[in-house]
């Protein structure tokens, strides 16, 4: 994985707004940067209960909690007043509901997007950094389709910008573990009111990241950022019937399992990066950075001297390393996910 770097001076005394900031990765996010010497910290979201959850579990001088929606360009651009990093995690996310709601999705993944990079770029912000997910390569779904437009949208910002400062990235990673309508709280919730869990296909592969983990690769992509990269984790993923098997001896309620229809836009395996993108990808010791298919050679050897271009074909989660069902067990202890 990505590690970021030991003293995090880059941080001090920053000004930093999150959108969608009262999410699971908002709220860990603002955890950790709290922890580091911020100026001031601009939670940016809808809700207002989570808000004041927020305010009243971190009971912190240095947080500012605003009530806005990325679709508002006006009350974004006061939002963003001041700022010198935005981490943009805003976002519909939930595929079937993207699904059966596609111009709304449209509206908050895709135009508010843009309206983010506006703002930023006539606030002048250091950098802009948005959090994008595996469900934008190849999209099969909606939800992904608009993720893949807003990398493009926040890559191609660094052509247009002009001679404005602001620097403009991505990261993309697979699902959190354990994060809020993922499929470990989902499985922990079904055990223990109905005695059963629902699966469409026990062969299903997903990726695996830990919270810890997606906060390190997204201060570090804070800390690397020159503009044009979407930086991308080594991870390993799992297979859907491990995490049951490893989730029913962990349990101390027995249940049953039951095979569902697969969603509207469900994948079997996650990419990272199609055998397309490995040619313009680029490997470090702990990661990959996706460049755009523009980049010159010359501009690549002088930002990046250290890296080498990628052997494989493809990088999907039925391709990499497996983690097995007692590393799983581990996993989910230490992270308190126990039925």
Same mark, same amino acid.
């Given at each position: 994985?990505?590690?970021?770097?030991?003293? #995090?001076?880059?941080?001090?005394? %920053?000004?930093?707004?999150?959108?969608?900031?009262?999410?699971?990765?908002?709220?860990?996010?603002?955890?950790?940067?709290?922890?580091?010497?911020?100026?001031?910290?601009?939670?940016? !979201?809808?809700?207002?209960? %989570?808000?004041?959850?927020?305010?009243?579990?971190?009971?912190? %001088?240095?947080?500012?909690?605003?009530?806005?929606?990325?679709?508002?360009?006006?009350?974004?651009?006061?939002?963003?007043?001041?700022?010198?990093?935005?981490?943009?995690?805003?976002?519909?996310?939930?595929?079937?509901?993207?699904?059966?709601?596609?111009?709304?999705?449209?509206?908050?993944?895709?135009?508010?997007?843009?309206?983010?990079?506006?703002?930023?770029?006539?606030?002048?912000?250091?950098? #802009?950094?948005?959090?994008?997910?595996?469900?934008?390569?190849?999209?099969?779904?909606?939800?992904?389709?608009?993720?893949?437009?807003?990398?493009?949208?926040?890559?191609?910002?660094?052509?247009?910008?002009?001679?404005?400062?602001?620097?403009?990235?991505?990261?993309?990673?697979?699902?959190?573990?354990? !994060?809020?309508?993922?499929?470990?709280?989902?499985?922990?919730?079904?055990?223990?009111?109905?005695?059963?869990?629902?699966?469409?296909?026990?062969?299903?592969?997903?990726?695996?990241?830990?919270?810890?983990?997606?906060?390190?690769?997204?201060?570090?992509?804070?800390?690397?950022?020159?503009? +044009?990269?979407?930086?991308?984790? %080594?991870?390993?993923?799992?297979?859907?019937?491990?995490? $049951?098997?490893?989730?029913?001896?962990?349990?101390?309620?027995?249940?049953?399992?039951?095979?569902?229809?697969?969603?509207?836009?469900?994948?079997?395996?996650?990419?990272?990066?199609?055998?397309?993108?490995?040619?313009? !990808?680029?490997?470090?010791?702990?990661? +990959?950075?996706?460049?755009?298919?523009?980049?010159?050679?010359?501009?690549?050897?002088?930002? +990046?001297?250290?890296?080498?271009?990628?052997?494989?074909?493809?990088?999907?989660?039925?391709?990499?390393?497996?983690?097995?069902?007692?590393?799983?067990?581990?996993?989910?202890?230490?992270?308190?996910? $126990?039925?």
């Amino acid at each position: 994985m990505f590690k970021i770097k030991k003293n #995090c001076e880059l941080f001090n005394g %920053k000004n930093i707004l999150i959108t969608g900031g009262t999410g699971s990765l908002g709220t860990a996010l603002t955890e950790k940067l709290l922890s580091l010497d911020v100026g001031t910290i601009r939670i940016f !979201s809808r809700d207002e209960n %989570k808000q004041i959850q927020l305010e009243e579990k971190f009971n912190d %001088k240095r947080l500012r909690f605003l009530i806005g929606d990325v679709r508002d360009k006006e009350r974004l651009r006061r939002a963003v007043e001041n700022i010198d990093i935005v981490i943009h995690a805003a976002a519909l996310k939930h595929v079937p509901i993207a699904e059966y709601n596609p111009f709304e999705v449209i509206k908050t993944n895709i135009n508010g997007s843009q309206n983010v990079i506006d703002v930023s770029m006539d606030e002048e912000v250091d950098l #802009c950094l948005a959090i994008s997910t595996d469900k934008a390569v190849s999209p099969l779904n909606l939800y992904g389709a608009t993720k893949l437009s807003m990398e493009k949208l926040f890559i191609a910002a660094n052509h247009f910008k002009g001679k404005r400062k602001t620097k403009f990235s991505c990261v993309r990673y697979g699902n959190v573990l354990g !994060s809020r309508g993922s499929v470990v709280p989902k499985f922990i919730e079904q055990i223990k009111s109905q005695k059963i869990i629902t699966i469409t296909d026990p062969t299903m592969t997903r990726f695996n990241i830990t919270m810890d983990e997606a906060l390190d690769l997204i201060l570090h992509a804070i800390q690397s950022s020159k503009g +044009y990269e979407v930086f991308i984790p %080594k991870l390993k993923s799992y297979v859907l019937s491990d995490l $049951v098997e490893a989730l029913k001896e962990l349990s101390s309620t027995a249940f049953k399992q039951k095979n569902i229809p697969s969603r509207p836009g469900e994948k079997m395996h996650e990419l990272l990066l199609n055998k397309y993108e490995i040619n313009y !990808s680029i490997e470090f010791k702990n990661g +990959y950075v996706l460049l755009p298919s523009d980049f010159q050679i010359k501009s690549l050897n002088k930002l +990046y001297p250290k890296s080498k271009p990628l052997s494989m074909e493809v990088y999907s989660s039925d391709h990499v390393p497996h983690i097995s069902k007692n590393e799983l067990k581990k996993v989910l202890k230490k992270h308190n996910f $126990v039925p």
